[in-house]
């Protein structure tokens, strides 16, 4: 377990960074961020989730988007989905 840093106040305060790989950085909070124009991102949230894929919608807080989207495989001789009656994606049970 990390130690943390007496502050200038001498209060004895850790921060937690975690790095989920193909994820976002996860740090206990609350959590400013400093953005590239020099304004600050502010949560209150208990664990906070920086998103380092850039496709967030939220910069700079993670919104899911590095998930891969799965879809419908397709058929090799015709490139169509593979779909059941209503449209969706057809899955094996």
């Not at 937690?16 to 304004?39: I, R, Y």
């Amino acid at each position: 377990m990390p130690t943390g840093r007496r502050s200038a106040d001498g209060d004895d305060r850790t921060t937690t960074v975690t790095v989920v790989p193909a994820g976002p950085v996860l740090v206990s909070g609350p959590v400013d961020v400093e953005l590239p124009d020099g304004s600050y991102a502010h949560s209150d949230r208990v664990v906070a989730a920086v998103c380092t894929c850039r496709r967030s919608k939220r910069m700079p807080w993670c919104d899911t988007s590095h998930r891969v989207r799965r879809s419908a495989p397709r058929d090799r001789e015709t490139g169509d989905r593979d779909t059941d009656d209503r449209g969706g994606a057809h899955r094996d049970a």
